[in-house]
């Protein structure tokens, strides 16, 4: 996929199991939701295939679009339209029966909000009624473009446990986020992407231990703090609590941020 | 012709978009009231011109006036405001302010009217009616018949009474703005919100949406005349002729060929206000060249060849002629074939442009 002489992205090449959790992540402009628009059948690459089930959805083939939702980056609503009518709305799209959007209003924790326009929800709620919309016809993939991006923390926390119960149901979900420990809290695989390409892709775990970098470990010394590096925890904790020199212990892995960053560099971008 | 199916798709979708609209104070404002508030205007402002008295101040007695026969004297009540003075200086100072068009006294047998020419066309008519007034008392003061009688009668013609004139004419601006911006603005905001294509990710044909957006356009534009001929008729004596039902192919047509003038502003414009901008450029002028807020009779020659291509101007033309000015319904038919052929070429043209995306 190119914009004029630059690639979007480049060389990208990954597979999703059913029932995964899988996320892209990357800063942005790193070709994320570039990528998942080509999976969606929004965009059709220069080269190379994309497939969901071995059918491409590029064809927007009506059977594939009732088995996806999609989120997309911005709130898609229709003006002056209540969350229920929305939902109502997006159903009949789908030819769903009607009276299930009191239902999804519930899962998404908007039950009170049915009768407010959406002009009128705060963020968070647009978020989630969002979701909801991808969810009217009960998919078996969703697509999520940065639910969480712009909300506050209580908000996405909220919004993972709704995240987690999709994929716990069954569901296989795609998202993208810039959110590291949102990465590492919901998803079996990540796939680690800048400018174009795919860096990295396993597990949050092993990419954390593949990075190898020391653990950072904080006592207080006489009421000062003292920090440790090691990539030998174990025996700097044992000889600390030999020592009995563990008060105020604090002992920091490194994250997935560290990779990130390690694998991204610290410099500034657009 | 078998019943088309209509799918849930569509049905909720124009459920939807109607919402949207009538939910929208503004834009209902713009679509109904802003054009409304012109009729109300402009059929106050022109509705009394033509049967306006001349105003006569009348210096003590003057026969002609005074013993004129009683069916003379009531002629006189209809087209003269007559004030009567003992001073010729005070008559003659209210025609020099403007406040009476003539002043008229008698010297003997002689017959005076002073009047001022800064409104030249009442001046002609007080002249006119005097001197008729004279040439009556003449031929009466001979004791014979009159000879010749003149009979007049009222021919329906071209030039319209201004309710008449001003109910399809900016009935024809308020469909064609209603139109456009609703088309331009509804592409903008919904491919800026992402709208599009999710309705692209949706199992539902293009051309539902693109028959919702069309029908939702249809029923406004019916409810704005309904709306302009229910005023029109009910506060300001509009009559409409045998052909009016013609208006609705006229304005289906109409509203089809604006709308795709707003689906080619809307695809070249990034924001909102760009939109709304390009279809004012665009609706404005051509309403103005199209005769929606006055009569192009008197227009120079080459402004009335512009209008000549514009499809406000052959709207208007084909709502005059079937609603007022009592043509045949086939008089819609060249107006509709025009209207149609800007349709298919504009929206051809829209189609090239058009993007799902930013």
Known sequence: MTYGAVKAVDGVSFTVEPGEFFGLLGPNGAGKTTTLEIVEGLRKPHAGTARIDDVDP?????????????????????????????????????????????????QVGLTDKADIRTEDLSGGQKQRLSIA??????????????????????????????????????????LTTHYMDEAEALCDRVAIMDAGRILELDTPAALVRGLD????????????????????????????????????????????????????????RA | MSPLPISAAFRSLTTAMLKGFFRDKMAF???????????VLFGGIFGNQGSSKAEIVQVGKVAVLDDAPPAAQKVFEQTLDIERTTSEAHAIREVRKGDADAAVLQRGDEVIVRFSRADQVKAATVQGIFSSIVQSANVSATGQPPRFSLATQQVEDESLSAIQFFTPSLMGWAIASGATFGAATNLVVWRR???????????????????????????????????????????FGLKLTGAWPMIIPLLTAGTLAFMAIGLLAGSVSKSEEAAVGISNFVVLPMAFLSGSFFPLDGAPGYITAIGRVLPLKHLN?????????????????????VLLGFTVVLTAAAATLFRWDD
């Open chain 1, 58 to 106: 590029a064809t927007r083939a009506p059977g594939l679009m009732r088995r996806i939702g999609v989120q997309l980056q911005s709130s898609s609503f229709f003006e002056r339209l209540t969350a229920r009518e929305q939902l109502d709305t997006f159903g009949a799209l789908y030819d769903v029966p009607r009276g299930r959007s009191d239902a999804l209003l519930e």
């Open chain 1, 133 to 174: 919309c991808a969810l009217v016809h009960e998919p078996d993939v969703v697509f999520l473009d940065e639910p969480t991006a712009a909300l506050d923390p209580q908000a996405r926390r909220n919004l993972w446990d709704l995240l987690r119960s999709l994929n716990d149901s069954g569901r296989t979900v795609v």
């Open chain 1, 213 to 268: 970098a020391p653990v950072r470990i904080t006592v207080l010394v006489d009421g000062e703090e003292q920090v440790i590096e090691t990539r030998d925890p174990g025996r700097a904790l044992a000889d600390l609590a030999e020592h009995g020199a563990l008060d105020g212990l604090s002992v920091k892995g490194a994250t997935l941020e560290d990779v990130f960053l390690h694998l991204t560099g610290r410099e500034y």
């Open chain 2, 29 to 39: 404002f713009f679509a109904i009231l802003f054009p409304l508030m012109f009729l």
């Open chain 2, 193 to 235: 919100n992402g709208l599009l294509r999710r309705l692209r990710l949706a199992p539902v044909r293009t051309s539902s949406i693109v028959l919702a957006r069309v029908s939702v356009s249809i029923a406004i534009a019916l409810v704005q005349a309904a709306i302009f001929i229910g005023i029109g008729m009910a506060f």
């Open chain 2, 317 to 337: 033309d084909g709502m005059l002629d079937t609603m007022v000015r009592g043509e045949g319904p086939s008089s819609a038919l060249v107006p509709l074939a």
